[in-house]
């Protein structure tokens, strides 16, 4: 590293600005630590991402953050293929949506207030030791040191990789805001596609439609295909594009790292990802603040705190990512099967709405004998890993 340029030394170095990142930097700096949060965007940006938000994050959300929802709907479209429609309805909404652009300005927003500085525009090059007590960062604006610096730098990112996190699988998203099309506005619209683990999706928002699909990453041209037909089916074809994106979604292995040193990672970066709906919003913001808690009280003097906080992600979140995978092990093999089980088993149902309401986590479904069974028999062969 080279001599630092800032004289500063912070208690608390957060690098991205997504949910994790700013939920990180607000608990810090609430919990009393210094805090500075870098990201190399300048703030709004747009972001690739469906935005849809579980029960749970709702309650990990500030106010600033309950103020950027733009949509709650209490009925989704199942289709397979583009066919045989299913629907799930209940009266109270299960189901919320945020356009990324103004969810992401907001939490940034909520950082300053608790006491966060921002620095936006600032690329992190490199992380290192500074001395046996102080991390190094080398980014764009020089070098800033700190006690505690937590990676939420996204998928790939230089603190994901200086941690050393090891993804077992990534995955290709593909998505369209367009202007608002002939679409209901009270319903959001998912699509089992042809590819094995793949889905569209269509969330309407205020004046837009985000449309979009994903699935393994290595067949590029097949998932803009899907694309493509997707537009077509949703009637979204003509309607103005205001953004054409793509991003990498992955899911950590179960023995990848969450800290080295005094560095954390959470979010994308860590590799905290629901792998069969490829949900990560929830699992960014709890882990965001997990990760703030913990590296203001290892600032003030607790460096157990950062053990703790790679314990309660083990705990809290990767029952969920195993559980995840083993439900995307069955829909890869078997995507009509599930198609039929979610139009024909009031249990499917009911188990699909509890889990988007924040009502029960998709881990405790693990335990139950119906879903042991349907795990043992239908999801051998299947590649979704953990």
């Not at 009925?75 to 209940?90: K, L, M, N, Q, Y």
């Not at 800033?144 to 939420?152: D, F």
């Not at 619209?189 to 569209?200: H, Q, V």
Request: proline content about 5%.
């Amino acid at each position: 590293m080279t001599a630092a340029s800032d004289d500063i030394v912070w208690d608390v170095i957060v690098v991205g600005a997504g949910p994790a990142g700013s939920s990180a930097a607000r608990c810090a700096a609430a919990g009393g630590a210094s805090t500075l949060l870098v990201d190399r965007a300048t703030f709004p940006r747009y972001k690739t991402c469906g935005g849809g938000l579980l029960g749970v994050s709702r309650r990990f959300l500030p106010p600033e953050g309950v103020a950027a929802i733009e949509a709650e709907v209490g009925r989704v479209v199942f289709t397979h293929d583009g066919a045989r429609p299913v629907e799930i309805r209940r009266d109270e909404p299960f189901l919320t949506m945020a356009r990324r652009e103004r969810l992401d300005a907001a939490l940034v927003t909520a950082a300053q207030r608790a006491g966060a500085v921002f620095r936006e525009g600032v690329a992190v090059q490199r992380v290192g030791a500074a001395s046996d007590d102080l991390v190094a960062v080398e980014t764009s604006a020089g070098v800033l040191r700190a006690r505690v610096v937590i990676g939420a730098d996204g998928v790939g990112g230089r603190i994901a990789r200086h941690v050393g996190v090891t993804p077992a699988r990534v995955d290709l998203g593909l998505e369209d805001e367009r202007e608002r099309g002939r679409a209901p506005r009270d319903a959001v619209r998912i699509d089992w596609g042809p590819g094995a683990g793949s889905y569209g999706w269509l969330f309407p928002k205020g004046e837009v439609d985000e449309v979009g699909v994903i699935e393994a990453r290595g067949r590029p041209d097949q998932t803009r295909a899907y694309l493509a037909a997707w537009l077509r089916e949703t009637e979204t074809t003509d309607a103005a594009p205001r953004h054409s994106s793509g991003h990498l979604t992955q899911w950590r292995t179960a023995s990848s790292p969450l800290r080295r040193g005094g560095v954390l990672v959470a979010g994308d970066a860590a590799g905290l990802l629901e792998p069969w709906t490829r949900e990560g919003i929830s699992f960014a913001l709890r882990s965001g603040t997990w990760a703030g808690e913990a590296a203001a009280r290892a600032a003030a003097g607790d460096p157990a705190a950062l053990d703790g906080y790679v314990a309660r992600v083990e705990q809290e979140l990767q029952p969920e990512i195993r559980t995840g995978a083993q439900l995307l092990a069955v829909f890869e093999r078997h995507p009509r099967l599930v198609h039929a089980a979610l139009g024909r088993s009031r249990r499917a149902r009911r188990a699909f709405v509890e889990f988007c309401a924040g009502e029960t986590p998709l881990s405790a479904y693990a335990t139950r004998w119906w879903f042991r069974l349907a795990v043992g028999l239908l999801g051998r062969g299947g590649s979704a890993t953990v």
